[in-house]
């Protein structure tokens, strides 16, 4: 009787911890692996305030890429904090640039490049839902990169673009309606 007892309760038990994993797992939007060989697992459930001690000014733009977030000054240690989508290996970048230009559902042209590397790409993709730049679009200087929105909320917190940083569409357009052409961003690897 008492082996049927302990039986029952170990059963039980694991049907509580698959439980509580089974839930844990609807809640988890992405996981992924750090440039250390770590892995991470993340639970991202949308944009945060957050403690953030930066010595950047209010409105500076800081994407840790190894973090796969980005993070909006807000003021002195506090920033809102965005995950985001990242350059896959070889298209992992850094630097200092600035927005140069705003878009609302943009346009999208690959790069010659990105067309020969993928053939089945169009030369041109207008603007509108279908599109892979998303709702919005922050180009960075002259260079080919921007933070955009994607239709692809799977690709959150992963490696996987060729270089731009992409957000969940909803959240791009709070970032969008934040900031302003010439916001500094500062991207760290």
Known sequence: MRNMFFTVLVCAIGCIVVAINQADARNVRYNFTSESGASHRITYSGKTSVTFKSPYRRGTIIIDTSDRALYLIMGKNTAIKYGVGVGRTGFQWGGTSRISRKAEWPGWAPPALMRK?????????????????GARALYLGSSLYRIHGTNERHTIGYAVSSGCIRMLNEEVIDLYNRVSIGTRVIVRR
Do not use: S
Request: charge should be positive.
């Open 117 to 133: 590397r993928q053939p089945g790409l169009p030369k041109y993709m207008p603007g509108g839902p279908r599109n892979p730049l």
